[in-house]
């Protein structure tokens, strides 16, 4: 019904800038909230950033100052640009979307989804 499809990540030395995108397809949605969470290697997954339909967002500490997250709503699409990246922030990154799914005008399907996960490497 929904797929969250991820782009961007790779490898990048310390100071570089990456950016993510990731569109939700399907028709008839309508997305509340869309964020990115990363988890590393023997760590717990963490929010990194999230951001509202009205476009009010939330930043995890570590990354505040360093990370924008933006989406086009028309597109169904999240972003993250990543700058100043430090080697802590290597992990697998993961789009989130908290969606309903319409079908016919009524609502039939709904939750988070989870995009697949991109590898982002910060080393030198």
């Known amino acids: 019904q929904v797929q969250l499809v991820e782009s961007g990540g790779g490898l990048v030395q310390p100071g570089g800038s990456l950016s993510l995108s990731c569109a939700a397809s399907?028709?008839?949605?309508?997305?509340?909230?869309m964020g990115w969470y990363r988890q590393a290697p023997g760590k717990e997954r963490e929010l990194v950033a999230a951001?509202?339909?009205?476009?009010?967002?939330n930043y995890a500490d570590s990354v505040k100052g360093r990370f924008t997250i933006s989406r086009d709503n028309a597109k169904n699409t999240v972003y993250l640009q990543m700058n100043n990246l430090k080697p802590d922030d290597t992990a697998v990154y993961y789009c989130?979307?908290?969606?309903?799914?319409?079908?016919?005008?009524?609502?039939?399907?709904?939750?988070?989804?989870w995009g697949q996960g991109t590898q982002v490497t910060v080393s030198s």
């Open positions: 399907g028709s008839s949605l309508s997305i509340n909230v």
């Open positions: 951001i509202s339909s009205g476009g009010t967002t």
């Open positions: 989130n979307a908290d969606l309903i799914g319409y079908e016919l005008g009524y609502p039939a399907f709904g939750g988070d989804y």
